[in-house]
């Protein structure tokens, strides 16, 4: 059984900065597509950040230059470095695990992400 666990989230300060994790247990983390989603209140989730098997990354255009996403493939574990943080940031946070064979997701539990002075 595939599992994922974030941690990191937190209440920073505008302009400030996190560091989100997400460790994958039960699967082979270096044949899954990986992702960050985040869903605010009253919102639908939205996609922030993915990164493939090869390492290749895309972001939404609202994180773009301040977000990072990257993986450990050593460790099961992808993160996402979050700079220059606006109240708009504000979310839980999900990782989510996309195999190809048999096609799949995997989503973890969330972190809550809060930026406010």
């Known amino acids: 059984q595939v599992q994922l666990v974030e941690s990191g989230g937190g209440l920073v300060q505008p302009g400030g900065s996190l560091r989100l994790s997400c460790v994958v247990s039960g699967g082979i983390f270096s044949s899954y597509v990986m992702g960050w989603y985040r869903q605010a209140p009253g919102k639908q989730r939205e996609s922030v950040a993915s990164i493939t098997r090869d390492g290749s990354r895309a972001y939404a255009d609202s994180v773009k230059g301040r977000f990072t996403i990257s993986r450990d493939n050593a460790k099961n574990t992808v993160y996402l470095q979050m700079n220059t943080l606006k109240p708009e940031d504000t979310a839980v946070y999900y990782c989510?695990?996309?195999?190809?064979?048999?096609?799949?997701?995997?989503w973890g539990q969330g972190t809550q992400v809060t930026v406010s002075s």
């Open positions: 989510v695990a996309w195999g190809a064979t048999p096609p799949v997701a995997f």
